[in-house]
């Protein structure tokens, strides 16, 4: 229901994450706001290449794993982090 989307994104926003957070091998542990256009990338903490990632709506991560709707008002150009799955999130400010 959209009355219920707590993102300022759509629901079928673009983002970025990795194959092995899809099909389940690893949690979502790092998630960022671009500081340049506000896209969101939801990662598992290590690094990150070509071939691991991959584009789906933002609706679909959500849907996965609905803890990220705590990180909807994250701002533009931070970042959250967490340990484990089960762990509360870290808001940050991006880097200078």
């Given amino acids: 229901m959209e009355n219920d989307w707590p993102f300022d994104s759509p629901e079928n926003c673009a983002v970025i994450t990795l194959a092995q ?3 389940g091998s690893t949690p979502i542990l790092y998630v960022t706001r671009d ?3 506000g896209g969101w990338q939801f990662l598992d903490g290590g690094n990150v290449t070509e071939e691991n990632a991959m584009v789906v709506s933002l609706r679909r991560i959500a849907d996965y794993d609905p803890t990220i709707k705590q990180l909807a008002n994250l701002p533009v150009g931070w970042y959250a982090v967490r340990s484990a799955i089960d762990k509360p ?3 940050n400010p991006s880097m200078p």
Avoid: G, S, V
């Fill in 21 to 23: 957070i899809m099909e």
């Fill in 35 to 37: 500081e340049d256009d």
């Fill in 89 to 91: 999130w870290k808001r």
